[in-house]
């Protein structure tokens, strides 16, 4: 299991800052969409210039023009761009395909669908990453990702699962009992007094887990 660091309404400056305190206990750093919205591609570019040795998430939230949108993600440096589960079928195929063309990756992000048709048609699509993601406003009510979500992940063939949605130190052993390989964690992190302490301490408590099961 590993963490991808989510860095969301915050500056450039704070981005790098938090990087930086953080880069021994975070295996992925995603620039979160509203980061993107704020700088463009230019921060994925510096951020990919600045720690080469990082898998970077570009959580581009694409749902239309998809080759375009995966291309520029990629061709900032970014590994992995990310695209909304509802959107058509062509987007995904269109991004899988620049996805394979530059030996990188698209994660799929199932926001807002639970159907579970829709996740085994885009397993079928030859989808190899989905997130589980219970949004930021949902966030304000609701206990966050149910089991129901985690079943429907359950059985699919050649499917890497990521969860994202308000992960924090005391939820985090209730999401690793589903052995997601990757755990998104944003706020937890970012808004912590001191988020290399943080990080840590999630990474030790990850550790901890895998050892003893
Ligand atoms: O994609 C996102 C918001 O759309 C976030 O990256 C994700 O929800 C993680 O952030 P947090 O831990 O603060 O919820």
């Avoid at 720690?51 to 375009?68: I, N, Q, R």
């Avoid at 530059?102 to 699509?125: H, N, P, W």
């Avoid at 990453?129 to 985690?150: I, N, P, R, V, Y």
């Avoid at 994202?164 to 007094?193: D, N, Q």
């Amino acid at each position: 299991m590993r963490i991808q660091l989510a860095l969301d309404r915050l500056n450039k400056r704070r981005c790098f800052q938090l990087v930086e305190a953080t880069k021994e206990y975070v295996d992925w750093i995603e620039i979160g969409t509203g980061v993107i919205k704020e700088y463009g591609m230019e921060i994925i570019r510096e951020m990919k210039e600045h720690y080469p040795e990082k898998v970077l998430v570009a959580d581009m939230k694409t749902c239309d023009a998809g080759e375009h949108e995966a291309k520029q993600a990629f061709e900032a440096g970014a590994d992995i761009t990310t695209v909304m589960a509802f959107s058509a079928n062509q987007t995904i195929t269109a991004m899988l395909q620049e996805a394979r063309a530059s030996e990188k990756q698209l994660m799929v992000d199932l926001l807002g669908v639970s159907d579970q048709k829709r996740i085994e048609e885009l397993a079928q699509l030859g989808v190899e990453w989905m997130s589980l993601h219970f949004g930021k406003d949902m966030q304000q009510q609701g206990e966050g990702l149910t089991e129901a979500a985690f079943s429907a992940m359950k059985g699919l063939s050649g499917v890497s699962v990521a969860v994202a949605g308000g992960i924090a130190e005391e939820t985090l052993p209730r999401i690793m009992l589903h052995k997601p390989e990757t755990v998104i964690v944003g706020s937890a992190i970012t808004k912590a007094e001191h988020p290399g302490v943080v990080a840590r301490r999630m990474k030790e408590v990850i550790e901890d887990y895998e050892v003893h099961h």
